[in-house]
């Protein structure tokens, strides 16, 4: 049985995604992350790096680059046209301090031309359960967290409910199928077991 990847969906899913997770990227992620403290002492370095893992659009980049003008915001996802919407998106609002990779994690080391990058955060909204091998990827943030200051992982996941009737409003209906039909898909597709 073949499974579908995640561009095989078309452009409609992402930018339903993105559309949905709009406000939330641009009126509370910044907030939320400045009312952390550990993650507002990384922040306020002199010039802070930002890794935004699974960025799709580019809402959440855009928001922290927005936010933040002073930081190196990096947003990654394998989405080639997610990627080129974001990095249309950027130059249009003129945030110099945001770019776009169009790779997996696996591959972010490649993309950047360095062996050993380091951030002072990691953003993971919404994406570490589609991605192919969710140990490996939190191993590397691990590593790309760690050096003379070390940086904080912000790793932000939706969750339902084990009793059904619990997930029967629209957003536990969208997380049951949602997860379902296309993050366990994306996740095998990319050679990932379905987790």
Known sequence: ????????????????????NEATHRDLL????AALPEAAEALARLAPRILDIGCGA??????LAAAIPNATVVGLDPDRGACA???AERDRRELH???????????????LGEAAPRFDAVLAYDCI?????????????????HGAQPGVFLWFEPHGSDCSVENRDILGARLVSGMALVCVATAMAAGGPAW
């Open 97 to 111: 301090n945001a770019s776009f990779h169009a790779v997996g994690v696996e591959a972010l080391e490649t993309s």
């Open 30 to 33: 910044p907030q939320w992350i």
């Open 85 to 87: 919407r974001a990095t």
């Open 129 to 145: 359960h589609d991605l192919p091998d969710p140990p490996g990827t939190l191993a590397r943030v691990a590593e790309w967290i």
């Open 58 to 63: 580019g809402g959440s980049t855009l928001a």
């Open 1 to 20: 049985r073949r499974v579908h990847g995640w561009e095989e969906f078309g452009p409609d899913v992402s930018e339903g995604i993105a559309r949905m």
